[in-house]
């Protein structure tokens, strides 16, 4: 489904991810983290061909057996577009424009049910901002799902959400069949995906199961996540899905 050997993102002469390798089989989900700054989210602007300018990439990115690095997504084969979730479902949602234009598909009440939203007539006959910030996040993912894309790729989806909401895009997200999930909270990742890798300063430093990598981790990087996120929350179990 998505096969990245040897991605390298540079600005000018500065490389800010450096020959990043991964697979996501068709069922798998993955969550990609790191800290500001450590190039997830321009790996996941390189996947849809939506690098800014100024910015280039190397190295092969195989979507649906398609080698897309480098093109943009208008020049790509549709089946070669995963659908994005961002993190401002603010800006993601034409602010102008009907949930119900947007989804643009006979089955949107079914789409919408299946991502946890219930006053589906209300919600298709809104705009955007007369919704909280959880309700557009699952908006948005109701999108990517009526795209039928085979994959779909999320970054920061829960970030700047209250606890409820932020439980309710990981729930939606789990209706998702393949899944590269961008963030930096490894708690929230470890509810939804079962591998992990993890970007330091543009490189991977650690790659592996879930559960092998909340039971055993091997870099300081994510020693210091896990320390992080069981002070946030003392109460909260750390399990993989």
């Not at 050997?5 to 000018?12: E, F, H, K, S």
């Not at 990115?61 to 208008?74: E, H, K, R, Y």
């Not at 085979?150 to 970054?155: G, K």
Request: proline share 6%; charged share 20%; with cysteine.
């Amino acid at each position: 489904m998505l096969a990245v050997d040897d991605l390298c993102i540079d600005a000018g002469r500065s490389r800010i991810v450096d020959r990043v390798s991964f697979e996501i089989p068709d069922g798998r989900r993955l969550g990609l983290l790191g800290a500001s700054g450590s190039g997830k989210s321009l790996i996941a602007a390189a996947l849809v061909g939506a690098l800014p300018p100024g910015i280039a990439c190397t190295g092969r990115i195989a979507v649906d057996g398609q080698d897309v690095a480098g093109v943009p997504t208008p020049r790509r084969p549709r089946t070669a577009r995963p659908a994005m979730v961002f993190q401002d479902s603010a800006t993601a949602l034409n602010p102008m424009v009907t949930v119900g234009r947007q989804l643009r598909t006979p089955d949107a009440s079914a789409l919408l049910e299946r991502v946890g939203l219930r006053d589906t007539d209300r919600i298709l006959a809104s705009h955007p901002l007369e919704l909280s910030g959880g309700q557009r996040q699952r908006v948005c993912i109701a999108v990517a799902l009526a795209r039928a894309s085979s994959l779909v790729i999320a970054d920061e989806p829960t970030t700047a959400l209250d606890v409820v909401s932020q439980a309710r895009v990981v729930d939606a997200l789990r209706q998702v069949p393949s899944l590269l999930m961008i963030t930096h909270d490894i708690a929230v990742a470890a509810q939804l995906c079962d591998h992990l890798m993890v970007l330091d300063s543009g490189r991977i430093v650690e790659s592996g199961s879930t559960a092998a990598i909340l039971d055993s981790p091997e870099s300081d990087v994510v020693a210091r996540m896990l320390d992080r996120a069981r002070a946030a929350d003392p109460f909260r179990q750390l399990v993989a899905p």
